[in-house]
């Protein structure tokens, strides 16, 4: 071993010691440990006598078993190593002294390895390890400190190991045989697992954890929450492991924080029990806490995809917030209103084009195309009151939707723009953009207006008709393009 990889290693075994021994001081608070999922009928469980004598135990593995470290070391460095051109470089040479000012985050990684290989020996099926089993349980509940990083993604993955009583890795997917086997017989009929499968004793094992975090502090609260959006992936567990129910404590924390991160979960939640997303929605609606309406006021599209029309009451108690975030949100929703009543929607419309954020009047603009499809005559004179608006971003946007009108649908322009004059609406600004267009595009609509000219029309180009069959020349692109722009609508 070189003196740049034995410098390194030292330092880093010396973090990844006081990194155990404080993770499993903080670890073994919470006691007893829960039993193992798996156990070895000819070698009776031996359990800890205290937490002294585990935390003992995981320093003497941790000394004992030196070729372990060094693997996974070596692991942890090419992982997060620089790029290196030249694959027989020694990165602990290479790249010592980038090395050295990263022994902690080496040291992090390093430790939730450790925890992996525990846990994959104290869940073998064939030689299970009890020993091994305390110890990546009770470092496990000492390292789920914080909601970042390793915590979350790596916490998670281990947290699931044990619901399902399966090594850590081993569970995700089944080898399927195949004609590179040696024993494959193409006539066999195997039916496959495709789901996982909650194990019994493992699931108590991981509720004993996630109650642990429950009834802790804001951090391992706030990462219980990340644990919980990943395991609503896995609707198999999501009874067992009591999902629900924690979410509703969560929505009633005393933690702002926390309660706007339930949120999160509420489209899997409602996908698995309408009633109950619905349950825990009432709760974090009837929260005063600004993080908590801003964090509703975004899933309120999920919100309308899954309840439909009872997600219309949080819409209307979020439209009458004072926030002008969650103002800015729930405008930016309303269009899905659309899909549920069209009525209800196209009065929302109204009624936000008239209040007096301009971000709100900005974010009702992308549905007028929609608007204008269902409702061409535009009795609520919706147009008339946007192109008064002062603020330019909205009559910018106007004039795109109008000149765009122009060249697609010449008579709902003349309706619109008749609209425009009789509420004595300035055209100057469209006039100005119609002729930067094409030259001269105004003075047709002009003269009509004036009742000098005819209603100007939109020159017809032949429109092809598929025969199934494959043509003899493609068309001209532009053409393609144009036609295709005709076909979405007058809105680019």
Not at 379 to 397: K, Y
Request: hydrophobic letters at 40%; a negative charge; glycine letters at 4%.
């Amino acid at each position: 071993m070189g003196k740049s990889r034995l410098k390194i290693s030292q330092s880093v075994y010396e973090k990844v010691a006081t990194l155990l021994v404080e993770a499993l001081e903080r670890g073994t608070l919470d006691w007893p440990l829960p039993s193992p999922p798996i156990v070895d009928s000819d070698f009776p469980v031996r359990e800890p006598i205290s937490a002294q004598e585990l935390i003992e135990q995981g320093l003497a593995l941790l000394n004992i078993d030196k070729g372990m470290f060094d693997a996974k070391l070596n692991n942890v460095v090419d992982l997060i190593v620089p790029h290196r051109m030249n694959l027989t470089d020694d990165p602990y040479e290479v790249h010592q002294k980038w090395l050295e000012k990263r022994t902690d985050l080496v040291a992090e990684k390093l430790i939730f390895l450790i925890n992996t290989d525990w846990l994959a020996r104290a869940l073998d099926p064939q030689a299970p390890d009890a020993d091994r089993w305390w110890l990546s349980v009770a470092l496990l509940n000492g390292l789920s400190t914080e909601p970042t990083g390793q915590p979350i993604h790596q916490g998670y993955h281990l947290v699931e190991s044990i619901a399902l009583g399966e090594r850590p890795g081993t569970w995700h997917t089944q080898p399927e045989a195949g004609p590179q086997n040696i024993d494959w017989n193409p006539h066999a009929i195997v039916p496959r697992m495709t789901s996982v499968i909650a194990h019994e004793s493992g699931v108590k094992a991981a509720i004993w954890i996630l109650e642990r975090l429950l009834q802790s502090d804001v951090n391992r609260r706030k990462l219980l929450i990340e644990w919980v959006r990943l395991l609503m992936e896995r609707p198999s567990l999501i009874e067992p492991l009591g999902l629900v129910q924690i979410l509703l404590k969560l929505s009633q924390d005393d933690s702002e924080e926390v309660a706007m991160s339930t949120s999160l979960c509420l489209a899997k939640l409602i996908d698995f029990d309408r009633d109950s997303g619905m349950r825990v929605c009432q709760e974090l609606m009837a929260r005063d806490e600004v993080m908590v309406r801003r964090a509703m006021a975004d899933v309120l599209t999920r919100l309308f995809r899954r309840l439909t029309f009872d997600a219309i009451p949080y819409f209307n108690k979020l439209r009458q917030d004072e926030d002008e975030n969650v103002l800015a949100a729930v405008s930016s929703t309303s269009g899905d209103l659309r899909f549920l009543d069209t009525d209800l929607w196209a009065n929302t419309l109204v009624e936000l084009s008239n209040h007096k954020l301009p971000v709100v009047r900005r974010n009702i603009v992308p549905s007028l195309r929609d608007y204008f499809e269902t409702f061409p005559e535009d009795e609520r004179q919706l147009l008339p009151t946007l192109w008064q608006d002062g603020d330019e971003v909205v009559r910018t946007r106007m004039r795109e939707l109008l000149s765009r009108m122009e060249e697609v649908s010449p008579k709902q322009f003349s309706n619109r723009i008749t609209d425009l004059v009789s509420n004595g609406c300035d055209l100057q600004p469209l006039w100005e953009l119609l002729d930067a267009r094409k030259a001269d595009a105004s003075n047709g609509w002009k003269r009509w207006l004036a009742g000098e000219g005819d209603l100007p029309e939109v020159e017809q180009k032949p429109h092809h008709i598929s025969d199934m069959e494959a043509p003899d020349e493609l068309p001209e692109l532009d053409y393609a393009l144009e036609t295709l722009d005709q076909e979405l609508g007058f809105l680019d």
